[in-house]
């Protein structure tokens, strides 16, 4: 029967989840049916200073996943880790509501196309003035897929 001599506060509640185990404060009130399960136990070294990090595996009442995330600096890191929780976030508003509204200046393109078609019907001088209005919503998408590295011209072709 493995055990962990010492796990922090937040982390000594989640193993307890995980595992169906009940917290006790004394070793006296040990009993069996306070104990979880865990098909695996493993505590794993790492990096050049050898931070350790608890292992679970197998565990029957876990819903959860753990992220392991490094970087070069702090910077780097936080980065990392708003990155990995906009897209978690992104992922739980998805199961909780699937229907999407499209982005990446999907929009924009969609509404110049229109307002385009709408400049071919006009006769007047007015029809350079709606015509320049789409461009402009055109240059959304194309700054959107500048700022993110790629060709503008070959993404929004």
Wanted: hydrophobic share 45%; glycine share 8%.
């Amino acid at each position: 029967m493995p055990a962990v001599r010492w796990v922090g506060g937040v982390e000594l509640e989640l193993i307890a989840i995980s595992t169906g185990a009940r917290i006790v404060p004394r070793f006296e009130e040990l009993a069996p049916e306070k104990l979880g399960t865990a098909g695996k136990l493993r505590e794993i070294s790492f990096g050049t200073t050898k931070e350790r990090m608890l292992l679970l595996e197998g565990t029957p009442f876990a819903k959860t996943v753990t992220i392991f995330v490094r970087g070069g600096n702090k910077m780097i890191l936080e980065e990392a880790k708003r990155s990995l929780h906009d897209a978690v976030c992104v992922t739980r508003n998805l199961i909780r509501d699937n229907r999407i509204c499209y982005g990446g200046g999907s929009a924009e393109i969609s509404c110049a196309s229109k307002v385009l078609e709408a400049a071919s019907e006009v006769a007047t001088l007015e029809q350079y003035g709606i015509r320049a209005y789409a461009t402009a919503l055109e240059s959304v998408p194309t700054a959107l897929a500048e700022n993110a590295g790629l060709a503008s011209i070959a993404t929004l072709a």
